[in-house]
T-cell receptor, first 116, second 111 residues
Framework: ETGVTQTPRHLVMGMTNKKSLKCEQH?????MYWYKQSAKKPLELMFV???????ENNSVPSRFSPECPNSSHLFLHLHTLQPEDSALYLC???????????????FGEGSWLTVV | AQSVTQPDIHITVSEGASLELRCNYS??????LFWYVQSPGQGLQLLLK??????LVQGIKGFEAEFKRSQSSFNLRKPSVHWSDAAEYFC?????????FGTGTQLKVEL
């Protein structure tokens, strides 16, 4: 399934590095999301973009910086991360960002991030 | 506030046996309900969804789920489990930026 594609699939970075995660969706959707999935914790919604505009930032530390240049692409820029930021980062998309019937979210395969 | 509860953290079944994963929701109105599956090291794949109409919903990979309003439940079932079904299963309610996930049920399949 190639509806939502994430790169890289695995990333190891030092605490002083700067790296980016990339997401691309081929579903014609207008909303894109970043989720964080840590071991033993529920899925955490980080950011929401609707028609390229950020509509939600769920108290995410500024060392995570999202960018949405168009409705098909979403980036997560990473800098000066901490070891506790190691997790699976999931990108997702849906038709629009509101919670109405039919607004199904589709996920990418995820990017495994390890901060050393 | 809406919430989704998956009471079983781990379930083990034998290959070929039937499966039922439980999901209960708390929602202000009739919710939009989903089941996702996550294989090790992978993202979440949509198995099925319920919005309205027939309360028995068919999904991919031979899964089905039944919406029971009186019990606030949306349990996932499969008549005969295959070893490849071993994964984590997430129930969710809502939609878009209001999607609430349960904590997941880890399914182990014994050969």
């Amino acid at each position: 399934e190639t509806g939502v594609t994430q790169t890289p699939r695995h990333l190891v970075m030092g605490m002083t590095n700067k790296k980016s995660l990339k997401c691309e969706q081929h579903l014609g959707h207008n909303a894109m999301y970043w989720y964080k999935q840590s071991a033993k914790k529920p899925l955490e919604l980080m950011f929401v973009y609707n028609f390229k505009e950020q509509t939600e930032n769920n108290s995410v530390p500024s060392r995570f910086s999202p960018e949405c240049p168009n409705s098909s692409h979403l980036f997560l820029h990473l800098h000066t991360l901490q070891p506790e930021d190691s997790a699976l980062y999931l990108c997702a998309s849906s038709q629009v960002a509101t919670g109405y019937a039919g607004n199904t979210i589709y996920f990418g395969e995820g990017s495994w991030l390890t901060v050393v | 506030a809406q919430s989704v509860t998956q009471p079983d953290i781990h379930i083990t079944v034998s290959e070929g046996a039937s499966l039922e994963l439980r999901c209960n929701y708390s929602y202000g109105a009739t919710p939009y309900l989903f089941w996702y599956v996550q294989s090790p090291g992978q993202g979440l794949q949509l198995l099925l969804k319920y919005f309205s109409g027939d309360t028995l919903v068919q999904g991919i990979k031979g899964f089905e789920a039944e919406f029971k309003r009186s019990q606030s439940s949306f349990n996932l079932r499969k008549p005969s489990v295959h070893w490849s079904d071993a994964a984590e299963y997430f129930c969710a309610a809502g939609g878009g930026n209001k999607l609430t996930f349960g904590t997941g049920t880890q399914l182990k399949v014994e050969l």
